[in-house]
């Protein structure tokens, strides 16, 4: 009989029945399985830390997003937002869905082609396109959202050099009630800056203008701004047909919806405060349809939703190294996973759960992550039962921006792996090692010898 592990004894206020001041009592969350794969088996066969992908839930998640628009309108075309997660793997899962592209770099532009995206179902977003980026772009008929004056005046110059008409939008930015306002990007709606670029634009007679941009905010919690954002594009696009009889082939209306992670500082868990995909679909919808369009002339309704779509459909496992107790008196939990791979622990309070069965008895711990940096925290303060070392665990909902913003810093980082709709794990990123990051470093040979 295999002796159990010692667990210290803790006095806990325990509640039952009524809830009390402190609520019912929690049990600790415990994930062994995702997809039906044994967390266990993916860490002991792929290591930790690990990042795991799940394929159907991304499917779901964007089809139900799909749904929630077409059901309501008729003209809906969604573009993956590549900054969200640009893995390819990642990426091909959402084009065999049909969406398009959405970039902001040259970098992410090329991926895009790579992968085998028509350059005329690609968008090109950002504050900053080069040159050469925008001549690809222009040449291989992507759509391109003109951010700034200089931009613009950059691709007209452009169009004197080389005989192709740019497919272009501008971005728009505007007042929709959500403070502080995003006017970093773009032209302003309520100063007629936006006005400004479209009449540059028309008068000039050398780029096709074809749609209208917006990108409002990050992790949205008011749907209603999305509805008072589509009616001042609309605006906009009514003006132009007015002043132009230019009619608009699209409105992109950008992304930002929330995921259901719980943001920091606020009391209520995501799944209870993030709006629902139905929710922002008909504040989006109601507003394009009120407008004055007539039947025909109707705009597709472009949609760069990132988040919403994978956020839930990604884990980071990992393994306990080491327990303590800090001078507060509070249990200390230090694991293998830093906010040097998990980028969005400083914004979210991530779900955490073990991934064994454990006691019921659970203490507020603090996790923190391997770095030298007093910064490395994960969670503050987490109910967690008495974890040991070896214990895994896993964090939830970290699809989005991680494998984005991650940085190689003090430990490598980990492998990716998809579960695919069948159950079978594919690994989509190698981990670093120390080869491939010695691989773009030259050492001068005056260096190349020491003694100590």
Not at 43 to 57: I, R
Not at 248 to 270: E, H, Q, R, V, W
Not at 351 to 358: L, R, T
Not at 384 to 407: E, K, R, S
Request: proline fraction near 4%.
């Amino acid at each position: 009989m295999e002796k159990k592990k010692y667990e210290r004894p803790i006095i806990k206020q325990l509640v039952t029945g009524v809830p009390g001041k402190f609520g019912r009592p929690e049990k600790p969350n415990i994930m062994t399985h995702i997809d039906g794969v044994s967390v266990k088996s993916l860490l002991n066969e792929y290591g930790s830390p690990l990042f795991v992908m799940s394929e159907k839930k991304m499917r779901e998640k964007y089809q139900t997003a799909k749904q929630a628009f077409t059901t309501r309108y008729p003209k809906v075309q969604m573009a993956w937002s590549y900054k969200t997660n640009y893995l390819d793997a990642v990426c091909s899962i959402y084009h065999q869905e049909g969406s398009w592209a959405e970039v902001v770099s040259g970098f992410e532009y090329d991926k895009a082609i790579e992968l085998g995206v028509e350059g005329s179902k690609i968008i090109f977003n950002g504050p900053t396109k080069s040159e050469a980026d925008l001549i690809k772009a222009i040449t291989n008929e992507s759509l391109i959202h003109i951010d700034n004056i200089d931009e613009l005046y950059l691709i007209l110059k452009i169009t004197e050099k080389i005989n192709i008409r740019p497919k272009v939008a501008i971005r728009v930015n505007m007042d929709t009630g959500i403070y502080p306002m995003w006017d970093r990007f773009g032209f302003n709606y309520e100063n007629g800056m936006a006005w400004e670029a479209l009449n540059k634009i028309m008068h000039s007679g050398k780029l096709d203008l074809i749609g209208l941009h917006t990108h409002i905010g990050t992790f949205m919690l008011a749907p209603n701004a999305y509805k008072i954002a589509a009616q001042k594009l609309s605006d906009l696009a009514l003006g132009l047909k007015k002043k132009f009889s230019h009619n608009i082939k699209y409105i992109d209306m950008g992304g930002g919806f929330a995921s259901t992670n719980s943001l920091k500082g606020i009391y209520m868990p995501g799944v209870d405060t993030s709006p629902s995909i139905d929710d922002f679909a008909e504040a989006i919808t109601s507003a394009l349809l009120s407008a004055h369009y007539s039947t025909e002339e109707l705009p597709v309704l472009i949609l760069e939703t990132g988040r919403a779509l994978i956020d839930e459909a990604g884990y980071l496992l990992g393994t306990v190294l080491a327990n303590k107790r800090l001078i507060s008196g509070q249990r200390a939990t230090i694991a293998d996973i830093g906010v040097n791979i998990l980028f969005t622990s400083f914004w979210y309070d991530h779900k955490i759960s073990v991934a064994q069965e454990m006691t019921d008895f659970t203490e507020p711990t603090a996790l923190f992550g391997p770095l030298c940096m007093n910064i490395d925290v994960i969670r503050e303060n987490v109910e967690l039962p008495l974890l040991n070392i070896g214990d895994n665990f896993v964090v939830h909902y970290a699809g989005a921006y991680n494998m984005t913003q991650w940085m190689q810093f003090i430990t490598m980082r980990p492998k990716v792996v998809l579960i695919d709709e069948q159950g079978r794990t594919h690994i989509i990123r190698e981990n670093e090692s120390l080869e491939t990051i010695k691989q773009l470093e030259k050492v001068p040979e005056y260096l190349s010898k020491f003694e100590l």
